[in-house]
């Protein structure tokens, strides 16, 4: 199973000049603090630009920076620029070879994860023609990219998930969903000052002087009253499953 390219633009409410960004982890070499005369090798933080469009393209077994996100030219209040972060759930891992005269016309599916130009004439990864006729394919995504700067940029990230599922036994009678996950998360990278959630009109806080039982300072503690005035319903029980004939 494959999702098809997923298009998403990267204006963040902080404009739409935004750059691509990679933080991972190496090893270097450094002498010991409390013994000179040995070495250790000792994790550091990398940070890159992804500059161009081939280096913002990956392929699906290609690897990938721990941490990669778009950056605008603003900053939250502690100086980092404010952007959100690309995290991959799951991807598929195997890809129709580029041999075939039909690859063209899925050659969204190379990648994990791509990262263009914006441009009204590259709205869609593919097109529904593309099924017609495979071999001369009306839209061939691999065309997009095209070594183009993406700094300070309209950006456009391009995102295919999906998994192989093979029917087995325990599918009967549903699938279960535990294991089975897939799709991206784009997940705020500095981009408030703050963790938003302390603002949320459920959030409590009291201190010790206070009396946590009263409903003025812990909204919470008027729960069991409400909770009082519901009715008692009986346990729902589902007994249709009980008759089934055995295949």
Not at 3 to 16: I, L, Y
Not at 113 to 123: D, G, I, M, Q, S
Not at 185 to 210: A, E, G
Request: include cysteine.
């Amino acid at each position: 199973m494959r999702n098809k390219g997923h298009r998403k633009q990267s204006g963040f409410g902080s404009g739409v000049e935004n750059s691509l960004m990679s933080n991972d982890m190496a090893f270097e070499t450094v002498k010991a603090p409390w013994s000179p005369e040995h070495k250790i090798n000792r994790m550091k933080m990398v940070r890159k630009v992804l500059d161009t469009e081939e280096k913002a393209a990956f392929r699906l077994h290609d690897n990938m920076p721990k941490h990669i996100y778009f950056a605008a030219n603003s900053a939250n209040k502690w100086g980092h620029e404010r952007g959100y972060r690309i995290q991959m759930i799951n991807f598929s891992g195997k890809h129709m070879p580029e041999t075939d005269r039909m690859e063209r016309a899925i050659s969204w599916e190379r990648y994990k994860l791509a990262v263009t130009k914006r441009k009204e004439n590259e709205p869609y990864s593919t097109s529904i023609y593309n099924l017609v006729d495979p071999w001369s394919p009306s839209v061939a995504f691999a065309d997009f990219i095209n070594n183009e700067t993406i700094v300070n940029q309209d950006l456009v990230a391009w995102i295919t998930t999906g998994f192989l599922h093979i029917p087995h036994a325990e599918d009967i009678p549903n699938t279960a969903t535990l294991g089975n996950e897939l799709g991206f998360l784009l997940r705020p990278y500095n981009y408030f000052d703050d963790d938003p959630s302390m603002y949320s009109p459920d959030s409590i806080f009291f201190t010790c002087q206070q009396d946590p039982d009263s409903c003025a300072i812990n909204q919470l503690a008027s729960l069991p009253k409400t909770v009082a005035c519901l009715p008692n319903l009986p346990i729902y029980v589902y007994k249709g499953f009980q008759n089934m004939t055995k295949l």
